[in-house]
């Protein structure tokens, strides 16, 4: 009896941490293609973190936090990109509503990105030196750990 | 998907059992001490994680499936406290003879889980040009963080294990508590983290560790040798 009031004490509690945010007030993703992408990467000279994610995808979302605290660290050395496959535009900005989503992410229904990139399934994370010139590449779900040392990387070789 | 943490934990579990297999007579104040030590390490994970998806935003309720990401993070903090929480919880008559008791083997589990990035690639931290650094992938040296921070769990356990029979209750349990605070709060700068990482929480340990060791020697009463007396 003490059990179910504590379990069911939990569950209000933690369903009164859930968060309702509705998309009204962002605007839809902008389309990207492998040129527009490979110009934009070869302009930046900041080193970029590029991720593909897509709402649907469980992992996306526990590394959607973690990169974005990522960019508020880093964000001032370390160009951020998003870009979102496989998705509608109303789920994707869903997705960037709930977790805060601060830094620019495009929309490529076709995971044109990925494939002219190299890489396997979502999420997918790159590591791209200032210009473009080399590409470090992490497949699946990222953590705290790898994703720090994959920029820390970046910046020791600027 | 990865499963790399699978070593670690393969590690962690392995270093537990072994020092419990050397430390019999644990069982004479523990029932079934690596039964308990496991439901602490799982209680804590599933409660870490749930502390870390709700810290970051994110409902367990309405995306249960985001549990089982443990690589997407574990709340440190609130994983030290389930997992103590959970000792309590099997032990309730006996809690603080069975946490020092259990102290030397998890901190052993500590230690395995640790080492076990050497299976796992995940051992680097800060840049380093010491002798014994490793090379990341790109070419760049580190500290091996990780390891560091196994060695120092495999000394303290040790010490832990030849401090029995604790000079009062909960002596050995707060002594461990502090040892695995400060040598997280030493290693924590070497690890590749965002912002301060789990610094506060390392620091609360050591204090809340110190004063259960003040505390419980203000009020101790002489150990009960008859019952502490086998090394466990």
Redesign the interface.
């Known amino acids: 009896m003490r059990i179910s009031k504590f379990l069911a004490v939990g569950?209000v509690v933690?369903?009164a941490?859930?968060?309702s945010s509705t998309p009204t007030d962002i605007e839809d993703l902008p389309p990207t293609s492998p040129e527009h992408m490979q110009q934009l990467l070869g302009a930046s000279d900041q080193p970029v973190v590029l991720n593909i994610w897509a709402s649907w995808c469980?992992?996306c979302?526990?590394?959607a936090?973690?990169l974005n605290?990522?960019h508020d660290?880093f964000g001032e050395d370390v160009l951020f990109i998003g870009v979102d496959v496989g998705d509608t535009q109303g789920n994707a900005k869903e997705f960037l509503a709930?977790?805060?989503i601060s830094f620019d992410n495009y929309f490529d229904p076709n995971a044109s990105i990925r494939a002219d990139l190299g890489g396997v399934g979502v999420p997918v994370t790159y590591f791209i030196s200032a210009g473009g010139g080399s590409v470090?590449r992490h497949n699946?779900?990222i953590?705290?750990?790898?994703?720090?040392?994959g920029i820390?990387?970046l910046l020791?070789?600027e | 998907m990865e499963f790399t943490l699978l070593y670690a934990a393969v590690f962690g579990i392995g270093a537990m059992w072994l020092s419990l297999r050397l430390s019999p007579k644990v069982g004479s104040v523990v029932s079934d001490p690596f039964g308990v030590l496991m439901a602490a390490a799982m209680t804590g994970l599933f409660a870490g994680r749930l502390g870390a998806m709700i810290l970051t935003g994110t409902n367990p309720l309405t995306h249960p499936a985001d549990i089982l990401l443990v690589r997407g993070g574990v709340d440190t903090g609130v994983a030290s406290m389930a997992a103590l929480g959970a000792i309590w919880w099997t032990n309730r008559t006996n809690f603080v003879k069975s946490a020092d008791a259990l102290a030397a083997s998890a901190l052993f589990g500590l230690a395995g889980w640790q080492a076990g990035c050497l299976f796992r690639d995940a051992c680097l931290g800060t840049t380093s040009d010491l002798p014994w650094a490793m090379s990341s992938a790109s070419g760049f040296t580190r500290h091996p963080t990780e390891i560091y921070a196994a060695i120092g769990f495999l000394i303290v356990g040790s010490l832990i294990r030849r401090a029995w029979p604790p000079r009062n209750a909960g002596y050995l349990a707060a002594l461990a508590l502090v040892y695995a605070s400060l040598i997280r709060l030493v290693t924590e700068p070497l690890r590749p983290v965002l912002g301060n990482g789990a610094i506060v929480w390392y620091l609360l340990g050591t204090a809340v560790g110190l004063a259960a060791i003040r505390i419980g020697s203000f009020f101790a009463a002489p150990p009960d040798k008859s019952d502490l007396s086998p090394p466990p």
């Open positions: 569950l933690i369903a941490c859930s968060s469980v992992p979302r526990s590394e936090p973690l605290a990522a660290e709930e977790f805060g470090n699946g779900v953590d705290e750990r790898t994703l720090v040392l820390s990387d020791a070789g």
